[in-house]
């Protein structure tokens, strides 16, 4: 089996902190997808990243950067000098490599950031 | 290019009333899902289809619920007879197999019934 844990439920943090946000995970599968998605206030799932088990490269983007430990599965994501925009609820999700259908989502993070 | 789209966007209903939220998925996506979040359980898994066969449906609640994707280009949730604890915001997502498992989300359908 296998499971997300995002420990951090809300985080409140003022505009142009940076904020960092946890992600844990358990698998048995030697190959598999982390990903991260953002909900807004509006409701939609927007698609953030998509990072392979065989890639543990950090990756940045803009004011976003993850950092993927394979040694303590773990998938964190940091927003540098972050915004009112960027207040959300933050899902961390993990998925088999050959099979969608049983990707497990984390509970989500609520970030607030105030101006 | 368009993204997953839901409708309807929102849906009032009585209890007892047959309701149907439709899906067409991202073009060229092989496979469907449908979730359902709610504050006490989250985002949960109702079904989902691989090249419009229904892989899994474990996650459906109940008999009451019903999916179909007669093509690749739509699907169905139905839910019937609707009770007030069906009341959630029901997501339809989509994934290439080639895409890395990479699901992407409609608006969401907010489904409230009294």
């Known amino acids: 089996a296998q499971k997300v844990t995002q420990a951090q439920t809300e985080i409140s943090v003022v505009e142009k902190e940076d904020v960092t946000l946890d992600c844990v995970y358990e698998?048995?599968?030697?190959?598999?997808?982390l990903f991260w998605y953002k909900q807004p206030p509006s409701g939609e799932l927007v698609f953030l990243i998509r990072?392979?088990?065989?890639?543990?490269q950090n990756e940045i983007s803009g004011r976003y950067s993850w950092n993927f430990q394979k040694s303590t599965s773990s998938f964190n994501f940091t927003i540098t000098a972050s915004q009112v925009v960027d207040s959300a609820v933050y899902f961390c999700?993990?998925?088999?490599?050959?099979?969608?259908?049983?990707?497990?989502f984390g509970d989500g993070t609520t970030l607030t950031v105030k101006p | 290019d368009a993204g997953v789209i839901q409708s309807p966007r929102h849906e009032v209903t009585e209890m007892g009333q047959e309701v149907t939220l439709r899906c067409k998925p991202i073009?060229?996506?092989?496979?469907l899902f449908w979730y359902r979040q709610t504050m006490m359980r989250g985002l949960e898994l109702l079904i989902y289809?691989?090249?419009?066969?229904?892989?899994?449906d474990s996650g459906m609640p109940e008999d009451r619920f019903s999916a179909k994707m007669p093509n690749a280009s739509f699907s169905t949730l139905k839910i019937q007879p609707s009770e007030p604890r069906d009341s959630a915001v029901y997501f339809c997502?989509?994934?290439?197999?080639?895409?890395?498992?990479?699901?992407?989300f409609g608006p969401g359908t907010r489904l409230l019934v009294l």
């Open positions: 997502a989509s994934s290439a197999l080639a895409g890395g498992q990479t699901q992407y």
């Open positions: 698998t048995r599968d030697t190959t598999y997808y």
């Open positions: 990072r392979n088990s065989f890639d543990e």
């Open positions: 999700a993990l998925s088999p490599n050959t099979n969608a259908g049983k990707s497990t």
């Open positions: 073009s060229g996506h092989n496979s």
């Open positions: 289809f691989n090249n419009n066969v229904p892989i899994d």
